[in-house]
């Protein structure tokens, strides 16, 4: 006797197969999704939840829809008849460009900033600081949420910035373009807003942080403006010249150099005392350095030509001597005592102790880590001018382009150096934290370049103040004159004669106290800490990497 088919099997059609393989398929993408989130940095989702459900971000989404709803209608009005057969899609992705710049350039950083700040103020960045996380993962964590809101509003108003496609005089990759620009230029803002964040401890300084924050913000939302409106209206000539795509990627490559060194600079800022903060930081620098070496150099091969060298060697001294002069007065401000986690840190092998030592926290060895790589500038600088000073015809001269080499590398090294012997001094009797040492070396900067200044207006009869060697301490007027009126203007034989040797003086003053920084040690992990770990990571268990060794263990069992 056969067995009838049941009515569920005998009704089923296949339309009903596809939705019940279409919600498998659904709730196996949702349990994937919820596994994803459980997986990913707690600091994301709170604060992503935190941002999507405030006013804040509900009040400005609504006020972006409406302005592009606005948008739309008074631009196609004011067209008139011509939107049928005229070019006016860039007109429209300029307005769109505008209203997408409002909560990209303004809310999104503002609101960043706020969310480390507001741990500040509400104590609750201790509770964050004792759990798992490192530094690095809490900044990562708020930025991850402002690249969530940054997606959302680009959700809004991209559907309508493609439509400008359709009204013509704009292609694709321009529109592409502007979207990148406006991302990475949002994200970079609310990583120095949370850098900002980071430094707003005290009431008083958030209150200052947060109105410069607001002035520099509403800075960059006009600029941002100007700027991407410029492009758009010369892009046709713009895209298809290589010039362009060589700039953008040297941009980029300075962007993220400089995006990793803020990073590690905020997640230095909020880290304990007892880390090392330092490091990350300086192995940044020396790749940021690099980069804009090579970045030069292959600029000048392209070119095909050495009448440029002299520029380029001048730009490269220039922008690098104010870089070291600049992370030197940061690096010699730093704590000259390293905590026991840090000595565990250190490196332990001769070649490490040689070439590594300079990575590590200390004034000291920041300080001959930014002399050692502006030396090694200098260096390549006078071999390039002694190789190639025949070819070279361009402005600055031979002679210029030595002297600046030479005097800008003795006042960087006598400003760094004098600078933390000072901060030394006065750690014997206060406290001195690092932008105390910072503005320490600003003030001694000002001093030097306003004294002689002062002392030559008060004995000069006519108030009229010439250049003479009283002014020899002020760098910035003596390279100015060097480079615009020439080594004679400044008596540049006799300025390196004393400039160059009051450079190595200072820095032999230095290396005594630079010595006992590099006597430090690797110190040895504790036993007790040593058992907690291998308790808590322990080592995973040796497998059998082929059959026999399997059947070998079965029969000892």
């Known amino acids: 006797m056969t067995s009838l088919p049941s009515s569920n099997a005998a009704n089923s059609s296949p339309s009903e197969s596809r939705v019940s393989s279409l919600v498998t398929v659904l709730s196996q993408i949702g349990a994937w999704l919820e596994a994803l989130g459980d997986r990913a940095n707690p600091i994301l989702v709170k604060e992503t939840r935190q941002a999507l459900k405030s006013r804040q971000f509900t009040g400005t989404f609504f006020i972006v829809l409406v302005a592009c709803w606005i948008a739309s209608f008074a631009v196609v009005a004011i067209s008139g008849p011509s939107v049928y057969y005229g070019a006016e899609g860039s007109t429209m992705l300029i307005v769109y460009s505008a209203i997408l710049a409002f909560p990209l350039m303004l809310i999104v950083p503002y609101s960043a900033y706020r969310s480390l700040a507001a741990e500040q103020e509400d104590n609750t960045y201790d509770l964050l600081s004792i759990t798992t996380l490192t530094t690095g993962q809490i900044i990562a964590g708020k930025l991850g949420s402002a690249v969530v809101q940054m997606l959302v509003y680009l959700s809004a108003v991209s559907p309508c910035i493609a439509f400008t496609y359709l009204l013509r005089g704009v292609d694709a990759l321009t529109i592409l373009m502007v979207l990148v620009y406006f991302f990475l230029a949002s994200l970079g803002l609310s990583l120095l807003?949370?850098?900002?964040?980071?430094?707003?401890?005290?009431?008083?300084?958030?209150?200052?942080?947060?109105?410069?924050?607001?002035?520099?913000?509403?800075?960059?939302?006009?600029?941002?403006?100007?700027?991407?409106?410029?492009?758009?209206?010369?892009?046709?000539?713009?895209?298809?010249?290589?010039?362009?795509?060589?700039?953008?990627?040297?941009?980029?490559?300075?962007?993220?150099?400089?995006?990793?060194?803020?990073?590690?600079?905020?997640?230095?800022?909020?880290?304990?005392?007892?880390?090392?903060?330092?490091?990350?930081?300086?192995?940044?620098?020396?790749?940021?350095?690099?980069?804009?070496?090579?970045?030069?150099?292959?600029?000048?091969?392209?070119?095909?030509?050495?009448?440029?060298?002299?520029?380029?060697?001048?730009?490269?001294?220039?922008?690098?001597?104010?870089?070291?002069?600049?992370?030197?007065?940061?690096?010699?401000?730093?704590?000259?005592?390293?905590?026991?986690?840090?000595?565990?840190?250190?490196?332990?092998?001769?070649?490490?102790?040689?070439?590594?030592?300079?990575?590590?926290?200390?004034?000291?060895?920041?300080?001959?880590?930014?002399?050692?790589?502006?030396?090694?500038?200098?260096?390549?600088?006078?071999?390039?001018?002694?190789?190639?000073?025949?070819?070279?015809?361009?402005?600055?001269?031979?002679?210029?382009?030595?002297?600046?080499?030479?005097?800008?590398?003795?006042?960087?090294?006598?400003?760094?150096?004098?600078?933390?012997?000072?901060?030394?001094?006065?750690?014997?009797?206060?406290?001195?934290?690092?932008?105390?040492?910072?503005?320490?070396?600003?003030?001694?900067?000002?001093?030097?370049?306003?004294?002689?200044?002062?002392l030559a207006f008060m004995s000069s009869p006519n108030g009229s103040v010439q250049y003479g060697l009283l002014h020899m301490t002020n760098p910035i007027w003596t390279l100015y004159l060097l480079v615009n009126n020439g080594s004679t203007a400044i008596e540049a034989a006799t300025l390196s004669f004393i400039l160059i040797p009051a450079a190595l003086i200072v820095l032999l003053l230095n290396m005594r106290s630079v010595s006992a920084e590099m006597q430090y040690q690797r110190s040895l992990l504790p036993t007790r800490v040593a058992e907690e770990e291998a308790e808590l990571h322990p080592e995973p268990e040796a497998k059998a990497s082929n059959p026999w060794e399997e059947e070998e263990k079965a029969s000892e069992q």
């Open 193 to 454: 807003a949370l850098m900002a964040g980071t430094a707003a401890k005290v009431r008083y300084t958030q209150v200052i942080l947060s109105v410069l924050l607001v002035l520099g913000l509403a800075w960059f939302f006009f600029a941002s403006i100007f700027l991407v409106g410029g492009f758009i209206q010369e892009s046709y000539s713009f895209l298809r010249e290589t010039w362009f795509w060589v700039g953008n990627l040297a941009f980029l490559t300075v962007y993220v150099t400089t995006f990793a060194l803020i990073h590690a600079a905020a997640s230095a800022q909020i880290a304990f005392s007892s880390e090392n903060r330092s490091t990350p930081i300086r192995r940044i620098m020396f790749v940021q350095q690099a980069c804009f070496v090579g970045w030069v150099a292959g600029a000048l091969s392209a070119e095909d030509t050495l009448k440029d060298l002299g520029g380029a060697i001048f730009a490269s001294a220039f922008f690098l001597g104010l870089y070291w002069y600049a992370m030197g007065a940061l690096l010699t401000s730093e704590w000259p005592y390293l905590s026991r986690r840090v000595q565990r840190s250190l490196p332990q092998s001769k070649m490490g102790r040689m070439f590594l030592t300079w990575f590590n926290p200390g004034p000291g060895t920041g300080y001959v880590f930014c002399v050692a790589n502006l030396s090694m500038i200098a260096i390549t600088g006078l071999i390039l001018i002694g190789f190639f000073s025949s070819v070279m015809t361009t402005n600055p001269s031979v002679d210029q382009l030595l002297y600046f080499l030479l005097i800008g590398w003795s006042y960087t090294v006598i400003f760094l150096g004098v600078g933390r012997l000072l901060i030394s001094l006065a750690r014997r009797f206060v406290y001195v934290s690092m932008t105390a040492g910072f503005l320490l070396h600003v003030i001694l900067l000002l001093v030097a370049c306003g004294l002689p200044q002062i």
